[in-house]
């Protein structure tokens, strides 16, 4: 197999592997008693205020006013979210993992399965794709993760990253309006 084919079949299986990880994260059901039904996705207080429980810089309101929020087409959020997945980001996400600046929760999921917190969300940002991987690639490091591999796959870009007995992996993917979508799943 030539080169070229054999970056390609990588690239497939990291970007099935991303999306493999990040169903299993919002779409299964693990032992979660007392899970609400869907709720919608929430454009107001609530979604800043969500993404503010960092207190690093990415996270200051000054930050997120320089990034576009308001400018997220609305036709973008889910129309209905599955039961167990909410439109905002898991209370288990990883505190030292970065939340791009300004992008909104379409849907998001936590759950533990064996001792072990696995999260998912999909961030929603009027910002083109080359933006979101410089910050996730120049931020991730400033909070302590290592950045293991960077791959363009096609139109998409996949980061994967580890800190202690954490592992994640982010998907960012151009939006038909010049925004990017970013699913972030995490383990550990």
């Given amino acids: 197999m030539d080169r070229s084919r054999l970056l390609v ?6 970007g099935a592997t991303v ?16 899970t609400e039904g869907p709720a919608a996705p929430d454009r107001g207080e609530g979604a800043s205020s969500a993404m503010s429980t960092d207190s ?4 200051t309101s000054e ?33 030292d993992l970065p939340i791009y600046p ?3 929760p379409a849907q998001g999921r936590g759950s533990e399965r064996d001792g072990i ?6 961030l929603l940002t009027s910002d083109p794709p080359g933006q979101a991987v410089d910050f996730y ?26 800190k202690g007995g ?3 992996q982010l998907l960012i993917a151009p939006s038909a309006d010049g925004g990017s979508d970013i699913f972030v799943i995490s383990e550990g």
Avoid: H
């Fill in 19 to 34: 999306a493999l990880l990040l169903s299993l994260v919002l779409f299964t059901s693990a032992c979660d008693s007392g």
């Fill in 166 to 168: 954490m592992k994640t």
């Fill in 63 to 95: 930050s997120r006013e320089s990034t576009g929020e308001a400018d997220v087409d609305p036709s973008r959020f889910p129309k209905d979210l599955p039961e167990g997945i909410v439109a905002e980001i898991p209370g288990n996400f990883p505190s």
């Fill in 56 to 59: 690093s810089p990415q996270a």
């Fill in 137 to 162: 690639e120049r931020e991730l490091e400033a909070n302590g993760w290592t950045v293991e591999e960077v791959r363009e796959i096609g139109e998409n870009s996949a980061i994967t990253a580890s």
């Fill in 9 to 14: 079949s990588n690239g497939l299986r990291i």
């Fill in 117 to 122: 917190q696995y999260s998912g969300v999909q």
């Fill in 102 to 104: 300004g992008a909104q």
